[in-house]
């Protein structure tokens, strides 16, 4: 096989993919739109004709390429302010933007009559600053007094130590990259994907099948292009390079990330499949998820700080030299002008034989086929008299609780994932966590928050049965008695999470007497009700038609069901009795009236159109 003809087969199978991801992206509208015209055409009961392929819309593109847009413009303003936050710190000065500074300084260095106030007003002029409490801002007042000071942001020193906090940040942007690209990402780490294995039964050869993954990986990476790019270049400028440069600067370093992380990615789950037991690889992606988020709340809690580098960022930064690691490459390119022109070629070349060392190295463990380990799919079964009589009266309870027991990724997802929504939250918007604990009454909005995302994954209760929902659905019991148990389950997930939060609550914050109880009976009898009309929502609009288990319940349904959940903590929070006791019969009569409503719609879930 010549060199022409691998390259084209890379060029073809990257091709394959890239363009399967788009479709992915636009399918789910593409979807809906030919189903609703579907469902008017056969509205008379007869089975409308298949109606020619339609010029597909920009429609999806458009709303993407508005998303990508906004996205940037976040990242570029975060990132100058955490430029600004980086050198306060390596100044040793208040966390206070540059160009608030300067002018406080310039006040003080004239101090003609009403200097102090006007420092004060300049300083003001730093929404950050601005949104502190009382005692803070005069704690930056009183630093401010006390040095009076310009900032030289080209001192060598002061360059060392900022590149050591960026490159700490990068350190864990890489961190979350690699995490979530093999939790995330996959729907199954332990397995292939379709078209994996339907490509590895082409006359292909294995270099140019895992090159063709690489890239794929490389390009599909848009935490690594949204992320680094912007912030290398925002640096860049910050320091006094020039747009284009730093431009092409930050480009560069996306690239590199992104075809190291590509690499890595492709490194670690082939070695896992071929050595690895099923159950083994899906607990790995439990933990690696885990940690992905757990990284991204801290990235969130970084470049989003108000007011000051969090303490723990200083003290992880300070702890290494970050800076000289492959990961803190781009920041010394970025900040050490005199540094860069063999630091960013560096990064390239390292990225480009690691990349090339990982093809051949999965090239050679695939040589005897992509999963060659026994007992994937093994895991152990309970056993003993009573067991099969327990198994039977639990019925669809006691299936779904054995595979959160045996699925750890699923676990995570349904009950972790939740919990660091709730952190992202609080991390994102500080002023909703001041708020959120000023007193016992304000933290059970907390605690009904922390249920309310549990139920979340309970949206997706029967789109988590896959392929097998039609056994569910020809079993001698009617599907909607059948997911009955999935209620109960979802009911004690989100009850036990709330209970939790207020035991948390009650031992961390003073007792404020009779109206505790109220607060606590409201959010333990709501929340099996909100349970209820999750699960029902949930099953109302699932599509068991859908390829992507991701794509079976639709954006809407999860928009109505937080609709639903802000009414009920907006009446926990403000409400008084008779508010509360109407909203408990309200979600009680709809949760009645929508599952009276589901015993009708789910006999006909795979039938819709012979349903009267």
């Known amino acids: 096989m010549t060199r022409i003809d691998v390259g084209r087969q890379v060029r073809l199978l990257l091709a394959l993919g890239v363009r399967r991801w788009f479709n992915r992206l636009s399918g789910g509208m593409a979807a809906k739109r030919n189903a609703k015209k579907e469902r008017r055409a056969g509205a008379d009961g007869t089975t409308p004709p298949r109606p020619p392929t339609a010029r597909r819309r920009a429609t999806v593109g458009v709303i993407l390429l508005l998303a990508v847009g906004g996205w940037l413009l976040q990242i570029v303003l975060f990132s100058w302010q955490f430029g600004d936050h980086a050198i306060a710190v390596a100044e040793g000065r208040p966390a206070v933007s540059e160009h608030a500074w300067e002018q406080a300084a310039t006040t003080a260095r004239w101090q003609s009559q009403g200097w102090e106030a006007q420092m004060r007003r300049d300083l003001n002029s730093d929404p950050t600053v601005a949104e502190l409490s009382a005692a803070e801002r005069e704690h930056i007042y009183a630093e401010a007094m006390r040095m009076l000071v310009g900032n030289d942001v080209y001192d060598p020193a002061i360059q060392q130590h900022v590149a050591t906090l960026v490159a700490a940040l990068l350190a864990l942007i890489a961190v979350s990259v690699v995490a979530m690209s093999l939790s995330l990402s996959n729907t199954d780490l332990a397995r292939p994907d379709w078209d994996e294995l339907w490509l590895a039964a082409l006359p292909v050869s294995n270099q140019a099948l895992f090159t063709a993954r690489l890239l794929q990986y490389a390009l599909l990476n848009l935490m690594v292009w949204l992320l680094v790019p912007a912030i290398v270049a925002v640096l860049a400028v910050r320091f006094g390079m020039y747009w284009l440069p730093a431009l092409g600067l930050g480009l560069a370093s996306g690239a590199a990330w992104a075809v190291t992380a590509a690499a890595l990615r492709l490194l670690i789950e082939t070695w896992l499949r071929q050595r690895l037991a099923h159950v083994r690889i899906k607990n790995l992606q439990a933990a690696l998820t885990i940690v992905g988020m757990g990284t991204m709340v801290a990235i969130y809690a970084v470049m989003l700080a108000h007011g000051a580098l969090p303490g723990w960022f200083i003290r992880v930064a300070d702890a290494l030299p970050w800076a000289h690691l492959p990961t803190g490459w781009a920041a010394r390119a970025a900040l050490l002008p005199g540094e860069a022109m063999w630091w960013w070629p560096t990064e ?103 249920g309310g995302w549990v139920l979340t994954s309970a949206l997706s209760a029967l789109a988590f049965e896959g392929q097998a929902l039609w056994i569910l659905a020809v079993a001698p019991l009617p599907l909607a008695h059948a997911i009955r148990g999935k209620v109960v389950m979802w009911a004690a997930f989100a009850t036990g999470y709330a209970a939790l939060g207020l035991l948390v609550i009650a031992l961390l914050m003073p007792w404020p007497g009779p109206q505790a109880f109220a607060d606590v009976v409201m959010i333990l009898a709501g929340l099996p009700l909100l349970a209820a009309l999750a699960v029902g929502l949930g099953a109302a609009a699932t599509d068991p038609q859908a390829t992507s288990t991701n794509r079976r319940v639709g954006i809407a349904t999860v928009y109505l069901y937080m609709l639903v959940l802000g009414l009920f903590s907006l009446a926990v929070n403000q409400g008084g009795a008779h508010e509360r006791l109407a909203i408990l019969i309200i979600l009680s009569v709809i949760a009645w009236a929508l599952w009276q409503r589901l015993r009708d719609r789910l006999a006909y879930i795979f039938e819709p159109i012979d349903a009267p």
Do not use: Y
């Open 348 to 450: 390239l070349l390292v990225a480009a034989l690691i990349g090339f060392i990982a093809v051949q190295r999965c090239a050679f463990w695939s040589r005897g086929g992509l999963i060659v380990h026994d007992g994937t799919l093994s895991a152990p079964r309970l056993s003993g008299p009573n067991v099969g009589r327990a198994w039977r009266s639990m019925q669809v309870l006691g299936k779904d609780l054995t595979l959160l027991r045996r699925d750890r990724s699923l676990l995570v997802q349904a009950l972790v994932m939740p919990l660091f929504m709730v952190g992202l939250q609080l991390t994102v918007n500080p002023n909703l966590s001041h708020a959120a604990f000023s007193g016992f009454h304000a933290a059970t909005t907390f605690a009904v928050a922390l």
